[in-house]
C-alpha cells in the first residue's frame, strides 16, 4: 500500500510525466531529476495536504449537523469557525490546484533536457584614465560649504 496521499491532480501528472505518481517521487530522489519533477512534486503535496484539511472540515461539519444529532449541541460559533476554516482550505486549494496547473502546462516536455548554458565572460581589455575614477574621499575630513 502507497503512504502518498492522493489528490485531484494526480492524473494530470501522470499523463504529463508518464509514470504514476509513487515512481515520481522515486524518480525526483534521483540525481538527474528535472527542477520541473521536483517543484511539480513539491506543489502536489501541497495540494494533497491542503485537499485532507477540506475532506476534514467538511466531515466535521456533516457530522455536527447529522438529524440523529441533539439540537443542544449545535453552536453557531463552531459552525463559523468551521465555514472559515473551509475557506481558508479551499482558497489554498485552489491556489496548488492553479500553480501547478500552470507549471505542467508551461513546462518543457519530459523528454527534452536542459542543456547547460555557456557566457562568455567580457574582460576589460584597457584600463580606465585616471580621471574617470572617482576620487576616494579622505576618512574625517569635512566637506567644505559651497556658498
Do not use: I
Request: proline share 10%; glycine share 4%; aromatic share 4%.
Amino acid at each position: 500500500m502507497s503512504r502518498v496521499k492522493t489528490s485531484t491532480m494526480d492524473g494530470d501528472l501522470e499523463k504529463v510525466f508518464g509514470n504514476p505518481v509513487p515512481e515520481l517521487y522515486e524518480a525526483a530522489v534521483g540525481h538527474d531529476a528535472s527542477p520541473a519533477l521536483a517543484r511539480a512534486l513539491e506543489l502536489r503535496s501541497f495540494l494533497a495536504l491542503t485537499e485532507e484539511q477540506v475532506a476534514r472540515v467538511r466531515d466535521r461539519v456533516h457530522a455536527d449537523m447529522e438529524p440523529v444529532r441533539d439540537m443542544g449541541e449545535l453552536s453557531a460559533d463552531k459552525l463559523r469557525f468551521d465555514a472559515q476554516w473551509l475557506e481558508a482550505a479551499l482558497d489554498a486549494r485552489d491556489g496548488y490546484r492553479a500553480a501547478l496547473g500552470e507549471l505542467l502546462r508551461t513546462m518543457p516536455p519530459p523528454d527534452q533536457r536542459a542543456r547547460p548554458v555557456c557566457t562568455a565572460q567580457l574582460r576589460a581589455t584597457a584600463p580606465l584614465p585616471p580621471s574617470a575614477a572617482p576620487a576616494p574621499q579622505r576618512a574625517g575630513a569635512a566637506r567644505a560649504r559651497r556658498p
